[in-house]
């Protein structure tokens, strides 16, 4: 089969969970700078959510880069990743809609959570297909960096059942590591030399 379907789909969808977020702000009854405080909380959920969502429409297309064809599995695969994908405007309007309460802060790291798993076991399908000598599982590698965030996600999802601060603090720290596109695939499907993953 081939990957193109998959990525128009995957492409479209990104664009609506981005139009989504961004209809969830309201404009404020005023014409003051005031008017803007209580949309605070909103606005930083809004600007987190889409940073997120940039990186794995971003990583998804490098990904692609280094995939040849797909099948059934990989198909069901992706549409995961895009249901979970598709729950961050929710979970991103009730974070802020409730000024980052504890519930929603923990809420909105499982669905974060459940996007890297997502990704992961596509990512794996897809080296399985491929090989483990392909270039896209040369360029992989070990995924320590998503074996990391795993980590990192679950931490914060504990911790912001005690202080949201926390929590949320720790998510825009995945979002930091992972902010700067992973290049070693393109690298590799040019032929360039890249570095391992040293993390």
């Not at 590698?141 to 005690?162: D, H, M, N, Q, R």
């Amino acid at each position: 089969m081939r990957k193109g379907r998959l990525e128009a789909f995957s492409d479209g969808v990104i664009a609506i969970i981005i139009t989504i977020m961004v209809l969830e702000l309201k404009v404020p009854h005023g014409e003051d700078i005031a008017s803007l405080k209580p949309l605070v909380p909103i606005i930083i959920s809004y600007v987190l959510s889409f940073i997120y969502i940039g990186i794995y429409w971003n990583n998804h297309h490098h990904m692609m880069q280094g995939v040849e064809s797909i099948n059934g599995t990989i198909l069901w695969a992706n549409l995961h990743l895009l249901f979970w994908l598709s729950l961050v405007p929710f979970v991103t309007a009730w974070m802020g809609e409730n000024h980052f309460a504890q519930v929603p802060v923990a809420l909105y790291g499982f669905v974060l959570l459940m996007n890297a798993i997502a990704y992961s076991i596509l990512s794996n399908l897809l080296i399985k297909r491929h090989g483990k000598n392909s270039a896209l599982a040369l360029a992989v590698g070990s995924g320590t960096k998503g074996k990391i965030s795993v980590a990192i996600y679950i931490t914060a999802i504990l911790l912001s059942l005690v202080s949201w601060w926390m929590g949320f603090l720790l998510y825009v720290v995945v979002a930091t590591i992972w902010f700067i596109p992973d290049k070693r695939i393109e690298k590799k499907l040019d032929h360039e030399p890249y570095a391992e993953e040293k993390l």
